[in-house]
């Protein structure tokens, strides 16, 4: 009985284990995830860092890097943690295995001097003789026999706890020795994290000397964005305007069929079963006034959470939301900017329509119908969807095009529920 207790509590250390186990190869992959980026964030710094004309992409390089180090520290406090969590679990292991193999061996030295005091055939014999009747004498010959079984077996069981014994000891030398490396690497990210900060102090105080020029940028920046936003706007706003006109004309239709039917049948028209459109309707009984497009609407909405980015690598740069730049300025972003590599696809994050092809001062916008949502896609250098088009998850809907102001290969996702924008990161999956 004692034996099977500690095998299932060993069972369920060893299952606890494969679940932190699981745990830290996620987050591993994150970390080299993020070791490949900062590489590359690394190379491009390098090769810009010379050049005074690129400050500003300079900046945004140190950006980058500084956000992926910080989520790089935050991740190796994770598996620090994680590995803690193993520790503590390969200790409390370690000891109720060395229990157990210590009563094992008092059990088994107690049988091996009943064994040693009975090991004559002489000694045996005069056992099973000595019993009252026939019965007992039987019942002592086979006690015999299950006695010289249970002592092989507790021998297998002392083998086979010792072996779990080693195994759980090596795994926690290998944990404390994992354990001490990702603190090493921990303090050498918050070093280098540190010299970044002081490169951006350096590159924003050079930038201060061309604070016109800069601000001129960021003007011409701010316009594009906010004539993009208009549009978006307006592509919504046709959209809603074009499915209220084709829900009343259906509407008025329905009605016209169904008057002549009970006239010809001379009888009362019956009152619709349908909610009718009408000025006071919101945009989303608009736009979901079809069943095509409720179901659009709804299966968008079922995919909250695991969305595809828009681009299959890149790092983000702002989020959704208003933000004050490290030179100062304050901007209202409506969705994701994201940095990605030179001429990167970008993909519709979902089925739907195509509602807006656009050139906004170079670079084009599209906007796509999911229903009663929308996504949009700025700052793309070339295009390969028309308006009216009908599109498919992770389709390719253009290229990336660079930034004229700082020379990043970046594009600007925003996600909205009609008119209104919502926060991507609600809807995107983990990237």
């Not at 229990?99 to 002489?122: C, E, H, I, P, W």
């Not at 659009?296 to 969305?307: A, M, P, T, Y």
């Amino acid at each position: 009985m004692k034996f099977f207790k500690a095998a299932l509590f060993i069972f369920l250390m060893l299952a606890t284990s494969g679940v932190f186990a699981q745990t830290s190869a996620e987050l591993k992959r994150r970390r080299d995830k993020l070791n490949d980026e900062l590489e590359q964030l690394n190379r491009e710094y390098d090769e810009t860092k010379n050049n005074k004309r690129v400050s500003l992409k300079q900046l945004n390089i140190l950006k980058a890097q500084i956000n992926l180090r910080e989520e790089k520290i935050t991740n190796i406090n994770a598996e620090v943690r994680n590995l803690d969590n193993q520790i503590s679990e390969s200790n409390n292991t370690v000891h109720n295995l060395q229990t157990q193999l210590d009563q094992l061996k008092k059990d088994y030295a107690g049988m091996v001097l009943f064994a040693y005091r009975n090991q004559s055939a002489y000694n045996k014999l005069m056992f099973i003789f000595a019993a009252k009747d026939f019965n007992q004498a039987y019942r002592r010959l086979k006690y015999l026999q299950q006695f010289g079984a249970y002592r092989e077996r507790q021998a297998g069981y002392i083998q086979g706890t010792q072996k779990d014994l080693h195994i759980k000891i090596v795994e926690l030398d290998k944990d404390k020795k994992q354990k001490s490396d990702l603190l090493q690497s921990q303090e050498k990210e918050k070093q280098e994290l540190g010299k970044a900060k002081n490169n951006q102090v350096k590159v924003i105080s050079n930038l201060s000397k061309h604070q016109g020029e800069l601000k001129r940028l960021q003007r011409d920046v701010q316009k594009r964005l906010a004539r993009n936003k208009q549009e978006i706007l307006n592509a919504i706003r046709r959209e809603v305007e074009e499915a209220k006109r084709k829900a009343e004309a259906e509407e008025r239709e329905r009605a016209r069929i169904a008057a002549a039917k009970a006239k010809a049948e001379n009888r009362e028209v019956a009152a619709p079963t349908k909610k009718a459109i009408t000025s006071k309707s919101s945009n989303s009984e608009i736009l979901n006034s079809t069943p095509e497009a409720a179901k659009l609407s709804n299966d968008f909405l079922g995919n909250k959470g695991r969305l595809p980015w828009p681009v299959a690598t890149g790092q983000l740069v702002h989020g959704f939301g208003t933000y004050t730049d490290a030179e100062g300025i304050r901007n209202d972003n409506t969705g994701y900017e994201i940095r990605t590599n030179t001429g990167a696809p970008v993909r519709a994050v979902f089925e739907g329509e195509v509602k807006t092809v656009m050139d906004i001062s170079g670079s084009f916008l599209v906007v796509i119908n999911h229903g009663e949502y929308f996504t949009a896609y700025q700052n793309l250098k070339t295009v390969n969807v028309s308006k009216g088009q009908k599109v498919s998850t992770k389709q390719t809907i253009g290229t990336v095009a660079l930034d004229p102001a700082t020379g990043d290969a970046t594009t600007i996702f925003t996600l909205s529920k009609g008119t209104t924008f919502v926060d991507p990161r609600l809807w995107l999956a983990p990237n």
